[in-house]
């Protein structure tokens, strides 16, 4: 008995770790496909979609230089985004260094079957508490990341692939936050006229905003003026 | 003589009070008309309802042959007008301010007019001066001005002489009278002083708490009989004494203040003369008192009953 | 008509306290543009303190389009005042003069110069207004430049694209032009009834103030009479800054919330117009002039 015990014991251990192993292995894989990519600039359209907020959608131009320089520039005009930034891009999501990958088995995702690895920082000082990517292990993207901050808050990230997918550079991506009730004096606003009717004001109340990011164009491994990254 | 006004029945009431209270009269093109009353009377409310100011309560009005009420802008385009003090715009110069009433009167305002104007009534060198530095008699003078810029054919005066020195006072009489015989003019003028409209009125209007009293020519009203002369004197009490003792008796009135009173006919005034020359009494100044201002006390006294 | 209609022009335009009106308007303005250059920011923080803590809002925010909003909000009492301050004395001033008896006994009738002197103070108003929109939009964008306009209303805050927005304000002005005869219009009613433009002015005022309050206060009560009160519309201007949305939450350039509302306060504004210069018209046809 106790060595079918000790035996289960060794299997399990062995498993755990060669699913480690494999979880780890898979993020790796994933890394060394996004680090093709050494620096692109994409230009697209940022649209900010939270219940209490009228936006209209905006021109943007997103700068990378690996490992970690990102910079959103707004074309032109007023950009909202959730506090804390936004991580626009996959590399981020898996740009931690120090961590323990953790197979947490298999989903469905839009109709793909993905794999869904746990990845949990080891530095304490991370602001990160816990990352769950959902993986296409078939084409090594990452289709959809949850990230919970001990700062800013959860996060959502998914990722809709197409001419670039090669480079792991999706043509939209959906970043979700969680979002506080809209709450603002009349005495700031000075508008005193509230005929909302109450059905409307209750579609206010959505806990959840995005912004959605949708690319037109990469300009890839061109090279990118540090400058962009200083001002 | 034409009618120029023609007033029937006229009534007006503020609530309770009766301003004016079936008013009659007329004035005739030509005459210089009188219009006098005591302090309230309703010669102000009357003026102002002849110029539409004030809408009357009853009777009927007109002038130049037509109705007031149907042909108002008709009518008030010939009447130039003068309302107690004249009020004008302050931060205006005196020919800012005729221009612009002459421009409401409808007449055609050249500059030479305004100025001929302004010369007329002796402010051509105060023409673009703010009217806020001007002495009432001044503005009394750019109120005649703006009343007779747009040639009117009657011309209402309220109390126009306010605030005139006399040789003002003078020039306004005169520019009555010339108005009335080298113009053409109808002048309805209401004062209180009396010896100017005596000077100047050939009908006079008297009314009391709003009803008339007596209207009719100033020979009409005024008894020569009854002509009021004082005299000054060297010596008062010796030219009293000889006077009672003389066929003057009859005529003469108690001695008031330092002056000898006597109420004969006008024409015994050279009579009167002669005989203080005769009895050697030497005479600093005779003068007929203002019988209108005798008879205007006497009719609005309350006991006064006119003569059939 | 149209003679008389010069001629009060004239006399307003003469008069030194029109052109203190304009001087006081700017000053006004000024006084906002040099603190928002200077403290612009930290207003800012001020107002989106409450969304700060959950978004990094960046990019122009006190832009010249934003700086004009401010000083439109904030001039909702000034304005009013320096209107009435002509308009409240088109009838009692003449009184007070002793010139509305000269005038009225001219040959011109009683609704011609009636309508003349509000045409008059229209104008007035009307330049007052195009004044302060040169003060408050062309020389914001001068100074402090333009993008998106960010505004936060009671229940959302909107975001309006650059481009969008010029064509909002021409909107606006118009409709203050209209907010502002209101007053205009309800002052000169108020001048019929006084020899003395202090009391029109104090009353035009106090009528304003009263009905901002019962306009601004969230009580059962008032808000029956809230829809019949003026000043509840006055402040309709606020709806061309804010826009419709599609069913993806992306707001439509070019369109206005609630078009519908802008037209309702317009209409109800435009029969206060008529109604107070209707009853003045009335009024002074009746009236036995004493002054």
Redesign the interface.
């Known amino acids: 008995m106790k060595k079918i015990i000790t035996t289960c014991l060794i299997l399990m251990t062995v498993s755990f770790s060669a699913s480690a192993q494999d979880a780890d292995a898979l993020v790796k894989k994933i890394k060394t496909k996004l680090e093709q990519v050494n620096n692109y600039i994409a230009e697209g359209k940022m649209k900010t979609d939270v219940a209490f907020i009228k936006a209209p959608i905006g021109k943007v131009k997103i700068y990378y230089q690996k490992p970690n320089k990102l910079k959103l520039v707004k074309d032109k005009g007023i950009s909202i985004l959730p506090k804390g930034g936004v991580s626009i891009n996959a590399s981020s999501v898996i740009g931690l260094t120090n961590y323990t990958a953790i197979d947490a088995g298999e989903q469905l995702l839009n109709g793909t079957k993905v794999k869904v690895i746990k990845l949990l920082p080891l530095d304490e000082a991370s602001d990160i508490v816990i990352t769950t990517l959902y993986i296409d292990e078939v084409q090594l993207l990452i289709k959809k990341s949850a990230t919970t901050t001990k700062e800013n808050g959860s996060f959502e990230m998914e990722m809709y692939y197409g001419n670039y997918a090669n480079l792991g550079l999706p043509d939209k991506m959906v970043f979700s936050f969680n979002v506080k009730d809209y709450k603002m004096p009349k005495g700031v606003t000075l508008d005193f006229d509230d005929d909302m009717k109450p059905e409307e004001k209750q579609k206010l109340k959505k806990k959840k905003g995005r912004v959605e990011f949708i690319y037109s164009s990469y300009i890839i491994n061109k090279g990118i003026d540090p400058a962009i990254f200083k001002s | 003589m034409p009618e120029i006004i023609k007033v029937n029945g006229l009534c007006k009431t503020f609530g309770k009070l009766q301003a004016v209270n079936n008013l009659s009269f007329s004035v005739n093109e030509g005459d210089v008309y009188g219009f006098l009353g005591q302090n309230g009377a309703g010669k102000s409310t009357t003026i102002r309802m002849l110029l539409t100011l004030i809408a009357p309560s009853s009777g009927t009005i007109e002038l130049f042959g037509k109705s007031l009420s149907s042909h108002r802008k008709e009518i008030l385009s010939q009447i130039g007008a003068m309302i107690e003090r004249p009020d004008l715009y302050k931060y205006l110069s005196a020919y800012d301010n005729l221009k612009l009433f002459a421009k409401l009167s409808g007449c055609n305002v050249t500059k030479q007019l305004l100025m001929d104007q302004l010369e007329m009534v002796g402010l051509a060198e105060r023409a673009n001066d703010k009217v806020k530095g001007f002495s009432q008699g001044m503005k009394q003078r750019l109120g005649i001005a703006i009343a007779l810029v747009h040639n009117p054919a009657l011309v209402i005066l309220d109390e126009p002489t306010n605030g005139l020195d006399p040789q003002g006072i003078a020039d306004i009489r005169n520019l009555i009278k010339s108005l009335r015989t080298e113009h053409k003019k109808t002048v309805v003028v209401s004062s209180h002083l009396l010896n100017e409209i005596e000077q100047v009125a050939t009908r006079i209007l008297i009314i009391d708490k709003g009803r008339k009293i007596i209207e009719g020519t100033t020979q009409e009203l005024l008894d020569p009989n009854q002509t009021v002369v004082d005299i000054e004197t060297t010596d008062l009490q010796k030219a009293f004494t000889l006077l009672s003792s003389s066929n003057w008796v009859n005529h003469l009135q108690p001695l008031i203040d330092d002056k000898i009173s006597l109420t004969l006919n006008k024409h015994q005034i050279p009579d009167l003369l002669k005989h203080l020359v005769s009895l050697n009494i030497d005479v600093y100044a005779l003068q007929q008192r203002h019988s209108l201002e005798d008879y205007f006390l006497k009719v609005t006294s309350g006991n006064y009953v006119q003569p059939v | 008509m149209y003679?008389?209609f010069k001629?009060e022009l004239?006399?307003i335009f003469?008069?030194?306290r029109t052109y203190l009106s304009f001087a006081a308007i700017t000053a006004l303005i000024v006084i906002i543009q040099i603190g928002l250059k200077k403290d612009g920011k930290e207003y800012i923080s001020?107002?989106l303190a409450?969304?700060?803590?959950?978004?990094?809002?960046?990019?122009?925010?006190c832009n010249g389009y934003f700086v004009c909003f401010c000083i439109l909000?904030l001039l909702?009492i000034h304005v009013p005042l320096l209107i009435a301050l002509i308009a409240a004395d088109m009838i009692s001033g003449e009184a007070n003069?002793?010139?509305l008896?000269?005038?009225?006994?001219?040959?011109?009738?009683r609704t011609e110069f009636v309508l003349a002197k509000f045409a008059a103070a229209s104008v007035y108003t009307l330049l007052l207004l195009i004044w302060v929109a040169i003060l408050a939009l062309f020389v914001s964008m001068a100074i402090f430049g333009t993008?998106?306009i960010?505004l936060?209303?009671?229940?959302?805050?909107?975001?309006?694209?650059?481009d969008?927005i010029f064509w909002r304000y021409i909107g606006a002005f118009f409709f203050a032009a209209l907010a502002m005869l209101t007053v205009a219009a309800l002052a000169f009613f108020l001048s019929q009834f006084a020899e003395n433009s202090i009391g029109p002015i104090v009353a035009t005022m106090s009528i304003i103030i009263v009905f901002t309050i019962f306009?601004?206060m969230?009580i059962p009560i008032f808000n029956k009479i809230k829809p019949y009160m003026f000043t509840?519309h006055m402040?309709a201007w606020?709806e061309f800054f804010?826009?419709k949305?599609n069913a993806?939450?992306?707001?439509i350039?070019g369109s206005i919330q609630r078009p519908d509302k802008i037209i309702k306060s317009a209409l109800i504004l435009i029969a206060h117009i008529i109604g107070f210069v209707g009853i003045s018209v009335y009024s002074l046809k009746?009236k036995?002039?004493?002054s």
């Open positions: 003679n008389l001629l004239y006399k003469k008069r030194p001020f107002v409450d969304l700060g803590n959950s978004f990094e809002i960046n990019g122009n925010l909000q909702l003069m002793g010139t008896r000269l005038l009225l006994s001219k040959p011109i009738s993008d998106d960010f936060v209303k009671n229940n959302y805050a909107v975001q309006i694209a650059k969008d306009s601004t969230s509840t402040v606020k804010d826009v949305v993806d939450n992306e707001s350039f009746k036995d002039i004493l």
